[in-house]
């Protein structure tokens, strides 16, 4: 991902007063894609994580990922997968995750 891309986001999200931070958004947005890139356009909350560093907050990519799917950004491919999060604040380590699709580059209005 470019760096300018991340920078039309921050300046996008800049004046969003909504509680989820705008550089926990941007983060997410930016594993989301790599994520995509890693698996062929496929995209799972464990592949999330792992482009995630430790300074952003989790609880807000279900809210991330809600966002793009109601944009229309990832589009739900009919399959689950093991969630992979076995850590001891994880609630649903041994659940199935839904795998999605990303069908289009995210735009800063994707995610705000």
């Known amino acids: 991902m470019s760096a300018d891309y991340t920078q039309d986001v921050l300046e996008g999200l800049a004046s969003d007063?909504?509680?989820c931070a705008v550089d926990d958004r941007v983060a997410i947005a930016a594993a989301i894609t790599a994520t995509a890139a890693d698996r062929r356009?496929?995209?799972h909350a464990a592949g999330i994580r792992k482009h995630l560093?430790?300074?952003v907050s989790r609880r807000y990519v279900g809210v991330v990922?809600?966002?793009l799917r109601y944009r229309g950004a990832l589009v739900f491919t009919g399959r689950y997968e093991a969630n992979g999060d076995n850590s001891r604040r994880?609630?649903?380590g041994?659940?199935?995750s839904p795998v999605w699709r990303l069908?289009?580059?995210i735009t800063?209005?994707?995610i705000r």
């Open 90 to 92: 994880a609630k649903n």
């Open 17 to 19: 007063p909504r509680p």
């Open 103 to 105: 069908v289009r580059p």
């Open 94 to 96: 041994s659940k199935a």
């Open 65 to 67: 990922v809600n966002r």
């Open 53 to 55: 560093d430790d300074s």
């Open 108 to 110: 800063p209005e994707d």
């Open 41 to 43: 356009g496929l995209v």
